[in-house]
């Protein structure tokens, strides 16, 4: 599963999580045992990192998938011995596209790494004088990399690794504009908005071959496909995730496509030198991922799907026990996050609790679950794609527990008046991990509401927020042209002219800050 992409939220939404919420706030270290690392069932444990029961899907941030035991199996026998890395890479790839009916293949260091190979072959071929100056372009024939707009994504990051220009289109005139001389590439996210409107995988791939440039598809969330789908649409190169449906190493991807391009990425990754040193793929993730390839030809997807609605129906029945719990299954659509959903539905006012503050709880107390955020007042959703055997019941008993005898998770909202008026400007200093900034709030009040903008390093965006006693608290989003989202809210509590407290930032963690209103705007 791709990782949740953040859209910006609607201002009457901006309290309710960002997306990965409680998830991925500022988390405390976690405390080593005496003993050390041990082995077993408790090895996270004795570190002091308690595991969860994944839920939710194959999120990178709860680790992805877990790998099939044969592909556990073969890592382990992998790392018994010494191989040289090419001769490697060539017949691995060299199974890996029999079994799927590919012209070639590579094992990359994740999906990403397949993005950046890929458009680092494009841009410089196999051609060791350009590849040592990635990512300083200058010189270079081509550098621009196409993306129609609706494939701008936070994993287009892996393109814009390389230096390449990324050049957008909307519209199947605006494409046919953007091809030129320096044109390396068209990149695609797949997915629904790929497969819908003027600009499908199909037509950009028409107006790419008449032009001979390469196009990329980004299908690292979804199943595979014999023959491949993409590559049939008239696709040149096709990237999977290892680490989600096809349960190989998390660390790991596969680039399938035209060989001269698929050797040129591999002149381009590691153990050769250069930009990708970083993006290492070792014997063991290498021929994991051989395995998961080999098990997926082999394994039972139809009895996998079985099993996955039996889990959801057992948690079904149990939750809809409860008077006024609704629920319903959920089927996949496309290719990508191919699973079913159950979704679990109630009256907050009447149960007691809401969504967000059951998903909370169970990822707070142990036995720890994972649940797909966006939890809101009325309900909740159940993935059961990674739940191993008997987690089901654990899942069901925990939700059934929750939401029959809620517990006191969520604070009352504060109703005190407001201590002042906090309009005016603001100076901010944020103190992250490692570094400083100075922000700017600009703030209008209404009664005990929040409005304006926040000034960031690079942009503003709105904000909004609200103001009880001396407590308050501003949130902000803002989703950048190329996909990426950065999201922002300020907890703090106002001593005269200076607002001070946390600051939460989603997937980036927390932060604190201070603020001084600039005395020429109070009011």
Not at 207 to 220: E, Q, T, Y
Request: proline residues 5%.
């Amino acid at each position: 599963m791709k990782d949740f992409i953040t859209q910006r939220l609607p201002r009457r939404d901006v309290f309710r999580g960002t997306a990965l919420g409680f998830l991925t706030s500022w988390l405390p270290a976690a405390t080593p045992a005496a003993k050390g690392l041990q082995l077993g069932t408790t090895m996270y444990e004795s570190i002091g990192v308690k595991p969860l029961i994944n839920a939710r899907g194959t999120f990178t941030i709860i680790s992805g998938s877990t790998m099939l035991p044969e592909v556990r199996s073969a890592m382990t026998e992998a790392a018994q011995h010494h191989v040289h890395i090419d001769e490697l890479q060539a017949g691995v790839g060299a199974r890996i596209a029999e079994l799927l009916q590919a012209e070639s293949a590579i094992v990359t260091n994740g999906c990403s790494a397949a993005i950046t190979h890929a458009t680092a072959a494009c841009i410089a071929g196999g051609n060791p004088d350009l590849h040592v100056r990635i990512p300083n372009l200058a010189g270079f024939p081509k550098d621009e990399v196409i993306i129609p707009r609706h494939s701008r994504n936070v994993y287009d990051a892996a393109v814009r690794a390389v230096g390449a220009r990324v050049v957008e289109a909307s519209t199947v005139e605006e494409m046919e504009l953007a091809f030129g001389p320096r044109t390396a590439m068209v990149y695609i996210l797949a997915g629904p908005n790929a497969e819908s409107g003027a600009l499908t995988t199909q037509v950009i791939c028409d107006l790419a071959k008449k032009r001979n440039v390469p196009v990329f598809v980004d299908a690292a969330a979804e199943i595979l496909t014999v023959p491949n789908v993409h590559l049939t649409k008239g696709a040149t190169l096709v990237a999977y995730s290892g680490g989600k449906c096809i349960r190989g190493p998390q660390t790991a991807g596969i680039l399938l496509g035209r060989k001269d391009l698929i050797q040129a990425a591999w002149v381009h990754s590691a153990p050769h030198h250069g930009y990708a040193r970083s993006l290492k793929i070792g014997k063991e993730e290498t021929m994991g991922m051989l395995m998961a390839v080999e098990m997926w030809m082999k394994r039972d997807h139809d009895a996998e799907w079985k099993m996955w609605i039996s889990r959801l129906d057992y948690v079904a029945k149990r939750v809809g026990a409860i008077p006024g719990v609704t629920t319903s299954v959920k089927m996949p659509e496309g290719l990508s996050n191919k699973h079913p959903t159950l979704n679990i539905r109630w009256d907050a006012a009447k149960l007691g609790v809401t969504g967000r503050a059951v998903a909370r709880h169970l990822f707070t107390t142990e036995p720890r679950i994972a649940l797909p955020t966006g939890a809101g007042d009325s309900g909740l959703a159940v993935v059961p794609y990674m739940m191993l055997n008997g987690e089901e019941k654990i899942v069901a008993d925990r939700l059934y527990a929750t939401m029959t005898a809620p517990p006191k998770v969520e604070a009352a909202p504060s109703t005190a008046a407001p201590a002042t008026d906090l309009s005016g400007r603001w100076n901010v200093r944020i103190d992250f991990l490692a570094s400083s900034s100075e922000h700017v709030l600009h703030l209008k009040q209404q009664a005990d509401t929040l409005e304006g903008t926040h000034q960031g390093d690079f942009l503003s965006r709105d904000l909004a927020g609200s103001i009880h006693g001396n407590e308050v608290r501003i949130a902000s989003s803002v989703s950048e042209r190329h996909g990426d989202s950065l999201q922002y809210e300020f907890t703090g509590t106002l001593t005269g002219e200076e607002l001070s407290g946390t600051l939460s930032m989603g997937e980036y963690l927390g932060a604190r800050f201070t603020a001084k209103r600039h005395p020429r705007t109070r009011g």
